[in-house]
């Protein structure tokens, strides 16, 4: 409105010196002026504080450990979307452990129940390799099986400590 009036003041010809025509020109356009630049300064401030909210998230997600017991916490926010969010990554945060635990505790399971067949197809191939009658043939057999119960004893046990 400022601008129209400062404008209309402008356009009117011959009733003010050309002096005025500055000063109402300036007086138009000064106000605008502050209030960009306040509204400027305003914006600039609280894209600052976002950020900074969102590194806080940010820093706290990369701080996160899956094997680490300890309860991950968000700083409060104003902005209830923030706070939203922080609920929603401590849920999320509390169900990949979960998984994680089970996913965990069901390898190591399964690596400890193959342990026991493969030692015993092991000790039974060995017990039949020191057997005095049996043929060249079947050496190479229980060998060959012998080899890949040993291969696959070391994939449990790698399994094992993955886990």
């Not at 939203?84 to 635990?101: A, F, S, T």
């Amino acid at each position: 409105m400022l601008i129209s009036l400062g404008l209309a003041i402008i356009l009117v010809g011959g009733l003010f010196s050309p002096e005025q025509y500055w000063k109402a020109a300036v007086v138009a356009i000064l106000p605008v002026l502050v209030l960009a630049i306040g509204f400027r300064m305003v914006t600039y401030r609280r894209i600052q504080y976002i950020k900074k909210q969102l590194f806080q998230i940010l820093e706290t997600l990369e701080e996160f450990d899956v094997d680490e017991p300890k309860k991950v916490v968000f700083e409060d926010s104003p902005f209830p979307i923030f706070n939203d969010l922080n609920e929603y990554l401590v849920e999320l945060i509390n169900r990949v452990r979960k998984n994680y635990q089970a996913n965990k505790q069901f390898t190591q399971n399964a690596s400890h129940e193959l342990q026991t067949p493969l030692a015993v197809i092991k000790g039974h191939v060995e017990m039949l390799l020191q057997s005095p009658r049996i043929g060249e043939k079947e050496i190479e057999s229980l060998a060959a099986v012998l080899q890949n119960t040993n291969r696959l004893s070391k994939i449990n046990t790698s399994l094992i400590l993955l886990s």
